[in-house]
C-alpha cells in the first residue's frame, strides 16, 4: 500500500459505483485500477460492492410490466405539461 494515502483511497471509494456501472473515461478507470492494484483495502471494498451489485441485480432481473411503463410515462409527460404551462419560458 506504499504511496497511497487516505485522501486518494476517500476519493477512489467516492467513485467507485460510478467505476462498476462503467460510467467514468478511460482515463478515471485507468486511476482507479492502479489505486486498487496498490490498495488492498480498497480493493476489499470495491469487491464487496460489485458481490452486492451483482446479487442485487440477480433478484431483481424481472421486468415491469407494461402496462406500469405506460402509466409511469403518462405521468412524466403531465408533469412536463405542468411543469410548462406554470414557466412557458422553459
Not at 482507479?32 to 432481473?61: F, M
Not at 405506460?70 to 410548462?84: H, L, P, Y
Amino acid at each position: 500500500m506504499e504511496g497511497v494515502d487516505a485522501a486518494d483511497c476517500s476519493e477512489v471509494l467516492g467513485r467507485v459505483f460510478f467505476f462498476l456501472d462503467n460510467e467514468l473515461d478511460q482515463a478515471d478507470c485507468a486511476q482507479i485500477e492502479h489505486h486498487l492494484e496498490e490498495c488492498g483495502p480498497c480493493l476489499a471494498r470495491y469487491d464487496l460492492e460489485r458481490t452486492v451489485k451483482t446479487l442485487v441485480a440477480r433478484s431483481c432481473s424481472e421486468r415491469a410490466p407494461e402496462t406500469l411503463r405506460q402509466r409511469v410515462m403518462v405521468s412524466i409527460r403531465e408533469v412536463q405539461v405542468e411543469i410548462v404551462r406554470r414557466d412557458p419560458s422553459s
